[in-house]
């Protein structure tokens, strides 16, 4: 029976709660799916930081490469000055790990309330895919003459070949994918689907303002289209993206951006799904290690209440399983999850679920 | 009595055919309020660049300069090349007018349905201050090895102190000036007003990522504060604010934001109040000839059908009056916009309003 080696990584505030319950469905859908879970639990976070001054171990790499993947709870603490945790832990990871992949599932679970009027489940139900090493995230840039009123700021948006060719080459697959029998066409009219297309790639940038950069991206999304034959494209400006996410989500299948526009669209997107105590999201390397996370914060003011919800901690670990070839069990906690929503959560938000944070990883667990 | 001379740009598609209702209106409330307008019209748009190969003449700007304000319908035309229009035409004209403020009032009116679930009136009602001038907007970036595997694209996201500080003092003013008494605080708690405090701005950036460029803006925004002791300041990440708009609207009471973001956080505004049908911007430049716009497109299919809303434009020459300083027109014409959507049309949308284009322009004439 196989067995995966799993950096857990707890973080802050309610992460550890969260992380709990993950790693119990995870233990049991081993058992059921016939898979061994070897963890190792890391302390990094704001609590570590604020207690040693060190965000990361400077071997951290090498210490989760030996991993198959990585678990993360939150990591978020209230008396550390921003930026210093997401740009010494989350981003740092991203980079030395060469993630360059965000894997954001959008999805309405029955059940969850939509701050969207008459969208229900089968109208919000596409997948982004977020280029995660590139753009304004290098951190390339300056300021000069700062603090004086001659002062300019400047940050560099920049891209290579390479980096938008591999993020599309995945978003292409995942859009070939996408197509099975559960999960038909979406977005596509009855002339796409009488011209052979099966799934639909959409494309977001600002082609009209980002000319260089978001040319490439578009230069390159046409060239790579071509090998892809089944695949629909589409192009969408990121402001009207968000307007056709929050009017018309049943447009969308798989959409593919570059960082920072995808930073946004996500959060908008997760908010359309019901927002962040249920959306997961993966920080994937295909070739290394890749890292799976609830995309809310440490939720510090709910720490050790036992009320926090833990089902976007427990999709995270469903999409790592899925990343590691265990599909099935993915699938089994996935739809687990959409049966704890749709049967017995009164709501998704901490302290008003109807169950404690424990319960809801028992019921995950019971229906698997 | 006053006289605004006024250079109306109708543009393609149905913008000839908004523009039309927005001077009956200007022409009656003019009549009402005791001014007049002189109005001089260009032919500039995407069906003169098809007839004649020129985006603008070269005196474009000394042609419109010569004006009061610049009331536009739309540009854009399926046959030009995307890109060429924006950037040779609104691009062109917001830099050389050094509009660099752009506009734009997130109102739900009473009567325009809202994508967002259990949201009225009340609730959405903000005001976004978009930099209009910097940014990725200036065009700074190129290229290299350009279509080979080592390409490399770079745009710069630059500002300059002078250019921030003119916005957020633009800002801070709409901030101090929005509290009146029909328009109380909004997004205030009980023990922010008893701090003295009657309105919020909220600055909208990245200053997590975007380091040197939201690092600057930060600053400056921190600084210009204490100017203003009546406005309490926030702030909210890009990615987290596109979740609120979506959320808690009502939270938002004046925002300030960068180029980019702005460009994306006003079209999702826009949407979660009723859309393009009803929405109108305005391009600032506070000590020049600032220019009023529908924010929605030439919506080249319903061209000559009489049958497009023209409340965007009615409301874009409403703002251009306030703007004048015709405080009591303006009014008169916005509460005559929220009669006409509360009581009249059945949609706001393009052939389902229950009335023509022309008649939606008689009854807000009727109900001045
Ligand atoms: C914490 C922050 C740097 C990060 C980002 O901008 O990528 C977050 O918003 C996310 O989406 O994971
Ligand atoms: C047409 C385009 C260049 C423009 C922009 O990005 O500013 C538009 O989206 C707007 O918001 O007015």
Redesign the interface.
């Known amino acids: 029976s196989k067995n995966y080696k799993i950096a857990v990584l707890p973080g802050d505030g309610t992460g550890p709660e969260v992380i709990a319950e993950a790693v119990k469905v995870l233990d049991a859908a081993g058992r059921k799916f016939g898979f061994t879970t070897e963890k190792e639990y890391y302390n990094w976070g704001g609590a570590h930081y604020l207690a040693t001054g060190e965000t990361l171990p400077a071997d951290a790499k090498e210490q989760l490469a030996r991993h198959d993947a990585v678990l993360l709870g939150a990591i978020g603490h209230p008396d550390v000055k921003?930026?210093v945790l997401?740009?010494g832990i989350l981003?740092k990871l991203r980079f030395d790990l060469d993630q360059y992949i965000n894997l954001r599932p959008v999805k309405l679970f029955p059940g969850v309330e939509?701050?969207?009027?008459?969208k229900k489940p089968e109208d919000i139900d596409y997948v982004v895919v977020r280029e995660n090493s590139g753009g304004?995230?290098t951190?390339m840039?300056?300021?000069v003459q700062i603090?004086?009123?001659?002062?300019?700021?400047?940050?560099?948006?920049?891209?290579?070949?390479?980096q938008v060719?591999r993020c599309l080459k995945f978003a292409f697959e995942l859009a070939e994918k996408r197509h099975t029998k559960e999960n038909p066409w979406r977005g596509l009219s009855e002339e796409d689907k009488k011209a052979g297309y099966t799934s639909q790639l959409t494309l977001v940038g600002?082609?009209?303002?980002?000319?260089?950069?978001c040319?490439?991206w578009e230069?390159a999304f046409n060239a790579m289209a071509k090998n892809y034959p089944t695949v629909k494209t589409a192009y969408c400006h990121?402001?009207?993206a968000?307007?056709w996410m929050?009017?018309n989500p049943e447009w969308f299948d798989v959409v593919v951006t570059e960082n920072?526009?995808g930073?946004?669209?996500?959060?908008?997107a997760?908010?359309?799904s019901g927002?962040m105590g249920v959306a997961s999201g993966g920080n994937l390397n295909p070739k290394g290690v890749s890292m799976f996370e609830p995309i809310g914060g440490s939720a510090p003011k709910y720490t050790g209440k036992n009320v926090i919800n833990p089902l976007a901690a427990i999709g995270a670990a469903a999409m790592m399983l899925d990343f590691l070839g265990e599909k099935d069990a993915a699938k089994a906690i996935e739809k687990s999850i959409e049966y704890v929503t749709g049967n017995k959560l009164k709501s998704m938000a901490a302290g008003k679920m109807g169950y404690s944070t424990t319960e809801v990883g028992d019921l995950v667990v019971e229906n698997l």
Do not use: F, H
């Open positions: 921003p930026g997401e740009k981003l939509t701050p969207l009027a008459n304004v995230y951190g840039g300056g300021n603090d004086t009123p001659e002062e300019v700021a400047c940050q560099n948006w920049i891209y290579t070949r390479s060719d600002k082609t009209n303002v980002l000319t260089y950069v040319g490439l230069r990121v402001d009207a968000t307007m929050v009017k920072l526009m930073d946004i669209i996500t959060d908008l997760a908010m359309t927002g």
